[in-house]
């Protein structure tokens, strides 16, 4: 594969804590779910890389600590970010109220980014009841995954990643 075709790219994953980033980035990059909880205290940071099409994404993925409140969150967390992942836990109101207010400020923050939305743990509702929560939430999510059961996961960060390269072709 020609280098020009190989691109690597910062992405951050963003919400509440115990929404499931840890899970995500853990299916996706080591094909594991963890069985028990571990809060992520500041960050932890992993790599994989993804093929589309000619070309070659190396996502850089910032795994940051949970927080209600984003201007908590480290400037240089998130400094250089092409794109960040937003998980909201569909069992979990207080994830997505508010949604909108938290997606203006990260865009604020970092203008520009890609993002994607993702709505986790829906192995925990039935259809019509993931489907009442998406539904209720005032910017509807890109995705609906199960860390847990590996469902979209695969499909959530190829997402981010198609974002990304068109950005970067664009």
């Not at 995500?24 to 094909?31: A, H």
């Not at 997606?103 to 890609?114: D, F, K, N, Y």
Request: glycine share 6%; charged share 25%.
């Amino acid at each position: 594969m020609d280098s020009t075709n190989w691109i690597s790219k910062k992405i951050a994953l963003l919400g509440y804590h115990a929404v499931g980033k840890t899970s995500l980035i853990s299916q996706f990059v080591e094909q594991k779910f963890p069985e028990s909880y571990l809060s992520t205290i500041g960050l932890k940071v992993d790599k994989k890389t993804v093929d589309l099409g000619d070309h070659r994404l190396e996502l850089i993925i910032w795994d940051i600590a949970g927080q209600e409140n984003m201007a908590h969150i480290p400037q240089y967390y998130l400094n250089g970010c092409g794109g960040f992942i937003y998980v909201i836990d569909v069992s979990r109101p207080s994830t997505y109220e508010d949604l909108k207010t938290k997606l203006h400020m990260i865009q604020s923050m970092v203008p520009g980014a890609e993002m994607v939305i993702a709505a986790n743990k829906k192995d925990l509702l039935s259809e019509s009841e993931l489907e009442e929560v998406l539904s209720s939430c005032e910017i509807r999510p890109d995705i609906s995954t199960s860390a847990k059961e590996n469902d979209n996961v695969e499909d959530l960060f190829h997402m981010l990643a198609s974002k990304l390269l068109a950005a970067h072709e664009s």
